[in-house]
């Protein structure tokens, strides 16, 4: 049997054992895809969501509103309670680690009238990318089956039709992410839904990135400083309690230089509600401490 033989035999298999677990998610160009992962359940990328409500497509045709039961905003993953019917659940492949080389197709139901196939390998592991929110997500595949528009939140299978990866992010130049389907996405894809979201610190700033700060400072006269700008302070937030203005720049959060957002991000982490962070400030040319407290404040959200 030739190779295009046998890679033609591999996409029929893909295709037959997880087309019918695909299902579109929403209505319109641009929306996304997303998998039958267990009855009434399907899984997506949260960034696909516009709401609490969504509609489901599958891959017979029917169109069903789904309620979103948790999503996990900074991790990019929702689950949507649906009425599958007769949708399969999707089979999980066995936990391995996936290797260089690896064949894999990614599967999708872009435009609602039937599944897409695309054939690539895998290309890198241990990749990252942002967030809805701008928080960095480690540990993701990449690799080089091509994707359409509306793609993302689909399955990535092994040539068995085996789930392997949730696909996630397009890096162009034909590379693609995906979040592997490992026992850490059980876990995740467990807790929510169960409805359980994780639970983060979170000041409520929107934040410009330090080459902005610097270039915004030096614009009004001020002496150029690395830091996060504060460009939104939301009300009634810990970094609005603790007096924090827009304007200011975040330099030092416990003791670490905030470089870049992942700096802040890394310390709130870390961080424990009831303990707080403390925050080195620049407000024009004065520099303060203020202490930020976290009561009753983890949620899920960027800075």
């Known amino acids: 049997m030739s190779l295009t033989e046998e890679l033609e ?12 677990s695909v299902v579109r998610i929403g209505r319109g160009r641009g929306r996304g895809a997303g998998v039958v992962v267990g009855d009434g359940v399907v899984l997506t990328n949260a960034h696909n969501l516009r709401g609490t409500e969504t509609t489901v497509t599958f891959a017979d045709g029917r169109v069903v509103t789904a309620s979103v039961t948790a999503a996990d905003v900074d991790g990019d993953l929702a689950v949507l309670a649906v009425d599958t019917a007769g949708a399969p659940v999707i089979a999980w492949a066995p936990d391995s680690e996936l290797r260089l080389g690896t064949p894999v197709f990614a599967l999708a139901n872009p435009a609602g009238q039937g599944v897409r196939v695309g054939f690539g390998t895998v290309s890198a592991v241990g990749r990252s990318f942002r967030g809805p929110r701008g928080r960095r997500v480690t540990g993701s595949v990449e690799h080089t089956a091509p994707l359409g528009r509306g793609s993302s939140g689909g399955p990535l299978v092994d040539v068995e039709g085996r789930l392997v990866g949730v696909n996630t992010h397009r890096l162009g130049e034909g590379f693609y992410l995906a979040q592997p389907a490992d026992a850490t996405l059980r876990t995740r894809v467990d807790e929510l839904t169960r409805g359980e979201v994780p639970s983060r610190l ?25 830091g996060l700008l504060v460009r939104v302070v939301e009300a009634d937030r810990p970094a609005a309690r603790a007096g924090l203005r827009e304007g200011d720049l975040l330099v030092e959060a416990n003791g670490r230089a905030l470089t870049t957002a992942d700096d ?6 870390g961080a424990q509600g009831e303990t707080g962070v403390t925050l080195r400030v620049v407000r024009g040319v004065d520099e303060m401490e203020t202490r930020v407290a976290f009561v009753d404040q983890p949620q899920t959200g960027s800075a």
Do not use: K
Request: proline share 7%.
């Open 264 to 269: 802040l991000f890394d310390v709130l982490d």
């Open 9 to 20: 035999q591999a996409a029929g298999r893909a295709a037959q054992a997880a087309g019918p």
């Open 202 to 226: 979170r000041l409520g700033v929107g934040l410009a990135p330090a080459f902005a700060a610097r270039r915004m400072r030096r614009a009004v006269g001020l002496p150029e400083r690395d």
